[in-house]
């Protein structure tokens, strides 16, 4: 995978870790923000049934040499919302699942169905368990997790130039390393003891499966379930009633249909009798509406006459001015009014009445000849009164109109009603002599169909049963192989136990013989130490002192661990993930412990690049056909083009801009 720095590259690399049981995933607000789960795609080699010749019976072969191996897929996929220890693990790839339910499984590797648990079975390491202090013979132990290997599968880009390669300055996870190391090329000390504990461990869980299967067996034969070829019968001849049902309800509705053809005209009378019966129903909903929405109306107008009414009668029995003479000069009163705004009694402004609605009947009127004539305001309130009485005659005509098209509305509608169902009892009438007698037949069918419908779900439900004890079996035979793998390599073990000074002394020459393929520069007393840290030159890799030279060793190093065991065959998963393999490759990494440079042709960094990558594609065509190596770099050179899957532009006009496109 090539391209732009912040493209998502490491991102995969870190996704692919995190589907494999690392607790975190990355961090990234890109990602954060727009990725819910990850799926990753796996090919491993499984256990296969073997093809028996003729006469030859299970119990001719032992539980190992009935199978074989062969390529299957899985596809793991964990979220990164809520909780995440949860995984799901389906048969099949990313774009043709396998039509099964998935295994779920915990990402805590201590758990009893974990997804550590499954990928150190395809490895064939489950059950083995690490000392704490391998030189104590009473140490205690811990289970071995499918984390303990991401050292030998994942250089990171950290890990390259760290100078904390082998773990060696974290002293546990250094004796962890070792330990898997040793594991790995069946040589760790406890080799013996750790494998006979997995092959009792594999037993028991063994005889546990088996015990499940007689279970399951036993349940269902006592819920009768036939055996697989009885039950494709019976499926078949299921499939077939139904069928016939089917089609034999379909033809009793086809000559319902054929004998009521007659019928139409009275079928369509009597559908437009209803649709006008339902018009009618809503014209009188309509009116009705209407007289409630009146009523609180006209009340309304009754209420104000008799308030004028009142008004009125009050005018007339109460005199609102008792004052004749005046009480200053003893002259008659006479005239009393409102002019330009004053009392013409007390010549008081008086602007409370410029606005009075009660005088002659129209506000505006009386306030225009307050304004102007300055007459005298009289209070009369019969023009009003004749207003509002006209307003409520024709309000009380208008309601009277509407209670009679209501009541003819209702008595239109109760005559569609009857009408409607005059023309329903006809239909009924024309048509029940000839679909009578259909409609047993058509209860007898549909009877038919769906008692074809249970058979046909009760046979799918025992076919499930089936299918799941054959899914046990062959979970039972896979556990059978992995047992007689185990005890294969515990006699192996026993027989012929490997040196552990043979193994070192086999990754140090491969150690050696991958410098000298980079075109290290100086290239001398390359080698690996008992505790795995490598060392160049008599000196160890972490006092170089070039961090370029650091990277080169880190990538030896990694590749002897990876080659040999896969060459050999041995329990490594036979994958390698690689970030930044050029990381430090500049000229000035090129400097001796002199701090002298180096001007030799060999040592261009662009040529050990080229070297590196040769290095790979040579070994994956020879040794290592079969392997699989996971590389991010940013500019990879030419020679590797064919093998590039993806180059992230960095840029949107160039596409793909990167892991997600949208960030």
Known sequence: ?????????????????????????????????????????????????????????????????????????????????????????????????????????????????????????????????????????????????????????????????????????????????????????????????????????????????????????????????????????????????????????????????????????????????????????????????????????????????????????????????????????????????????????????????????????????????????????????TKELSSTKRRLRELNDYIMVVETEAKEARATNEALDEESKALQARLDSLTREAVTPLLAAREAAVKAVGDTELVRENLNNQQRMLDSVEQREQEVEALAARLGEARRRAAESEANRRDRGDMISKLSGRFHSILMSFGYPKLTEAEINGQLIPSVRGIRYDRVGSSGATTLISLAWELAIFELAYEEGRRHPGFLMIDSPQKNLAPESFLDSSGESHTEPAIVPEAIVRRIYRHLSDWLSAGGDGAQIIIVDNVPPPSVETSVVVTYSGSSLEPPYGLIDDA
Request: proline residues 4%.
């Open 1 to 381: 995978m090539a391209g732009e720095i912040s493209t998502g590259k490491t991102t995969i690399l870190e996704f692919i870790d995190y589907c494999l049981g690392n607790a975190a995933f990355p961090q990234h607000p890109e990602v954060i923000d727009g990725v819910k789960a990850a799926q990753l795609s796996i090919e491993v080699n499984v256990p296969v049934a073997m093809d028996r010749t003729e006469g030859e019976s299970d119990s001719d072969l032992p539980d190992a040499a009935r199978l074989g191996y062969g390529r299957r897929r899985f596809l793991i996929q964990r979220g990164v919302e809520g909780s995440t220890k949860d995984v799901l693990i389906f048969s099949g790839d990313l774009d043709s699942l396998d039509q099964v339910s998935p295994n779920v499984v915990s990402a805590d590797h201590s758990a009893q169905e974990s997804l550590s648990k499954f990928l150190l079975q395809l490895c064939g390491l489950d059950g083995i368990k690490l000392r704490v202090a391998p030189t104590r013979p009473d140490s205690a132990t811990h289970q071995l997790s499918f984390r303990d290997t991401a050292p030998l599968w994942f250089l990171s880009n950290t890990r390259l130039d760290n100078k904390n390669l082998s773990f060696e300055h974290t002293p546990p996870k250094a004796l962890k390393l070792r330990q898997v190391v040793d594991l790995v090329f069946e040589v760790f000390d406890a080799e013996r003891a750790n494998l006979a504990g997995q092959v009792a461990e594999l037993q028991e869980e063994l005889r546990g499966e088996r015990k499940g299967i007689d279970a399951l067996r036993r349940f269902i034969r006592e819920q009768g379930v036939p055996d697989p070829v009885t039950l494709e019968g019976l499926k078949t001849e299921s499939e077939e009633r139904r069928r016939r049902a089917l089609m034999e309800l379909s033809e009793i509705d086809d000559r319902a249909r054929e004998r009521t053809t007659f019928a139409e005209e009275a079928r369509h009378a009597y559908l437009g009798k209803l649709e006008e019966a339902r018009e009618s129903a809503g014209k009188v909903r309509e009116r009705q509406t209407l007289l409630r929405r009146l009523a609180p109306l006209r009340s309304q107008y009754a209420e104000d006459v008799k308030k004028l009414n009142m008004l009125k009668e009050a005018k007339r029995l109460f005199d609102p001015l008792g004052v004749t003479v005046c009480p200053a000069c003893t002259s008659h009163i006479q005239d009393v009014g409102i002019r330009n705004g004053r009392c013409s009694l007390c010549d008081s402004t008086v602007p409370h009445l410029a606005h009075h609605a009660l005088t002659n009947g129209s506000g505006q009127q009386e306030t225009e000849e307050l304004d102007t004539e300055n007459t005298s305001v009289d209070v009369d309130v």
